[in-house]
C-alpha cells in the first residue's frame, strides 16, 4: 500500500488540481536550432513556489487530517521543497517547519518565510538534516513530510509526467531530467512506463554529485564521495532514496553536466527563451546543449525543475559568460 504507483499519480492530478498550476509545455525556434531537433521545455519554474515540489507536497499535507493540521508540518530542504511544503501547508491551513541548510540561497530562505514557514538553520557538512528533523518532529507531534522517500510525494511529482504527455503533439523519443533523492524522476518514470514505454528516459546529475549514475553502474544504492558543492544546490542528495530508488532503475541511462555548462544553459535560457532558470532546474538543458546527448532528428522533452535562484547569483553568471 506504501508503493508508489501509476494508479497513484493519477490520484495525485485530482487531488492537486484545484491548487497546482499547470504548467505549460514550451517550445523555442533557437533552442531547436542549436540541438538540431525538437526540444519540449516543461517548465515548473511556473509552478506554485517557483519549482515543481509544490506538486507532491500538496498531495501529501492536503491529505492530512484534522487532527494532524492541529499539530503541523515538519520537513528538510535544500529549499525547493521548503518553499513547496511552506505553501501547501498555508493552502490547507496548517504551519510548517523546515531545516534548512545554513547555504541554503537567501531566496529560497526568504520564499519559506513568504508562506508563513517557520525556518531552522542547519550545517549540511556537519549535521544531520533527517535526525534534526526527526527530533523537532517528536518534540512537536508534527507529521514529518520528507523531500523524496514519501509514497504521497512521489506521486505527486509525477503529475509533470502526465501533463507533459497530454499536452505533447508528438511521440517523445527521450526525456531529460535532473534528480537528487529521485523523487520527480520516479514519479515521471511510473507515468511513461504506463503511457509511453518507448521514451528513453535518463537523468541528469552535476559532476561529484553523481550518485544516480553511480548507482546504475553498481546495480545499488551508492552515495558520491564528500567534495566541493556545486552550485545546483537542490540536486545535492547523498544518495537515491529507499522508493525511489527501485523505480528509477529503469533509467536508460545517466549524464552529468559541470557547474560551467550549467551556467552556459541559465545564460542561453535567459538570452535566447526569456525564461529565468535555477542551476538545478537546468541541467537537463545544459546536457543537451554541451552535446552530453545529441537531440538532432528526435522529439527531446526536458524538465526545467525550478526557478529560485539567488538574484546575485543569477546576475555573476549572466555577466560571466
Known amino acids: 500500500m506504501n508503493q508508489p504507483s501509476f494508479k497513484g499519480v493519477l490520484d495525485a492530478a485530482r487531488q492537486i488540481r484545484p491548487a497546482a ?142 501533463e507533459l504527455l497530454d499536452q505533447a503533439d508528438t511521440p517523445i523519443d527521450q526525456l531529460l531530467c535532473g534528480a537528487s533523492g529521485g523523487g520527480l524522476l520516479a514519479g515521471i518514470n511510473l507515468v511513461m512506463a504506463e503511457r509511453s514505454p518507448q521514451t528513453q528516459v535518463m537523468v541528469v546529475e552535476p559532476e561529484d554529485f553523481d550518485d544516480t549514475r553511480r548507482s546504475l553502474a553498481a546495480g545499488h544504492r551508492v552515495g558520491h564521495p564528500q567534495g566541493q558543492p556545486s552550485i545546483c544546490d537542490a540536486l545535492m542528495a547523498p544518495m537515491p532514496g529507499e522508493l525511489t530508488w527501485p523505480i528509477n532503475q529503469r533509467l536508460a541511462g545517466a549524464l552529468v553536466v559541470s557547474d560551467a555548462e550549467v551556467e552556459a544553459a541559465m545564460r542561453f535560457a535567459f538570452r535566447w527563451l526569456k525564461l529565468v532558470i535555477e542551476p538545478g532546474g537546468a541541467v537537463s538543458l545544459a546536457a543537451l546543449l554541451a552535446g552530453r546527448i545529441s537531440g538532432a532528428d528526435q522529439t527531446t522533452a526536458i524538465v526545467l525543475s525550478g526557478g529560485n535562484v539567488d538574484p546575485a547569483q543569477f546576475g555573476r553568471i549572466l555577466t560571466s559568460g
Not at 501547508?89 to 526568504?110: C, F, N, Q
Not at 527530533?135 to 509525477?158: K, M, N, T, Y
Open 21 to 162: 498550476v499547470r504548467t505549460p509545455l514550451l517550445e523555442h525556434p533557437a533552442l531547436n536550432e542549436a540541438v538540431g531537433g525538437r526540444v519540449l521545455m516543461k517548465a515548473e519554474t511556473f509552478q506554485v513556489a517557483g519549482a515543481f515540489k509544490f506538486r507532491g507536497a500538496y498531495n501529501r499535507i492536503s491529505r492530512l487530517t484534522a487532527e494532524e493540521r492541529e499539530r503541523g508540518v515538519v520537513a528538510y530542504s535544500s529549499g525547493n521543497h521548503a518553499q513547496g511544503v511552506a505553501a501547501a501547508a498555508r493552502a490547507v491551513g496548517t504551519r510548517a517547519l523546515i531545516v534548512m541548510p545554513h547555504d541554503s540561497p537567501a531566496v529560497k530562505v526568504e520564499g519559506v518565510r513568504h508562506f508563513g514557514g517557520e525556518v531552522r538553520l542547519y550545517d549540511r557538512w556537519k549535521e544531520s538534516r533527517e535526525a534534526i528533523g526527526a527530533q523537532i518532529a517528536a518534540e512537536r507531534g508534527s507529521v514529518l513530510v520528507p523531500p523524496f522517500d514519501d509514497r504521497h510525494i512521489i506521486e505527486g511529482q509525477g503529475t509533470v509526467g502526465l
